[in-house]
């Protein structure tokens, strides 16, 4: 029975690790808004409105950054969110062909830290 319960727990901690990466957000403003259903996800500014810009947006990049980015956005009540390109943040070094613990590692290998950023914008009546 208690092998079966922290099987359940360890399967329950994997399963809530595995969703969307965590988005960290910058506020540029106090205001808040209603939470949104639609997010409109925009490469450029928009000419033909006018809109506030209120948060900036970032998260590791990865195959759903985009969709992390989109529902953050929902969340805080933007209108659109503009992707602006992939900022890089260096690199790690990876151990390959052994482990640090067991001693010198075979070698290493540069893994890059890069992440997506967005600004969330609020269309203007």
Same mark, same amino acid.
């Given at each position: ?16 690790? =595995? ?11 106090? &205001? ?15 000419? &033909? ?12 990049? =990865?195959?759903?950054?985009? &969709? ?21 943040? =260096? ?10 613990? &067991? =001693? ?22």
């Amino acid at each position: 029975m208690r092998y079966q319960l922290i099987l359940l727990i360890i399967l329950f901690s994997l399963f809530a690790c =595995g969703g969307l990466p965590s988005v960290r957000e910058m506020r540029y403003t106090s &205001d808040t808004f209603e939470p949104t259903a639609n997010v409109e996800v925009l490469q450029t500014w928009p000419r &033909d409105r006018k809109y506030l810009e209120f948060a900036e947006l970032e998260v590791s990049a =990865g195959a759903k950054a985009n &969709d992390a980015l989109r529902d953050k956005a929902m969340e805080m009540g933007a209108d659109a969110i503009v992707i602006g390109p992939p900022h890089r943040h =260096g690199q790690v070094q990876v151990p390959i062909g052994g482990t640090i613990s &067991d =001693g010198p590692a075979g070698s290493f290998r540069g893994v890059p830290l890069n992440s997506v950023r967005a600004v969330a914008i609020k269309y203007q009546p």
